[in-house]
């Protein structure tokens, strides 16, 4: 129930989603839609770039039972580049602190305080970065 950044420190989170900055949230859903296979990643310059995504995807597949490669950090700072790509709409979110379900984002009422991805061009984002790394 809660994503690997706000687990780690969901006091900051709750900090981060209660201040007034401008906020974007891509959720592990959006991501996980988001999934490549390593095959793609061969024929990337440098070679290096398939070597250290080989090893990403065992880890993938150790630790979270996925079979392809999902881009977690590399999708949000696509969004700084392509945010026309998704789809997204605003909600207000808050962070359980002092709960056993401690780190989860719920969604509340009232006035919208995050920008959250619902969906992302998979194709065009796919198309662009493999465009990217293999310069």
Known sequence: YS???????PEAADIVLRSK???TLI???VCNKVETPLEDFK???????YTITRSYKLGLKKYNNIDGIIPYD?????????PKAFNTTKMRLSVKT????EGR????????????ALG??????????????RR
């Open 21 to 23: 900055i401008k906020k």
């Open 3 to 9: 994503e690997f950044n706000i687990f780690v420190d």
């Open 74 to 82: 590399t999708l949000a700072a696509y969004f700084l580049l392509r």
């Open 98 to 101: 002092e709960t056993k379900q």
């Open 43 to 49: 024929g990337c310059t440098p070679a290096f770039i």
């Open 120 to 133: 992302v061009n998979s194709e065009i984002f796919k198309g662009e970065f493999f465009e990217i790394i």
């Open 27 to 29: 959720p592990l859903d």
């Open 105 to 116: 984002t719920i969604e509340l009422r009232g006035k919208p305080n995050a920008q959250v």
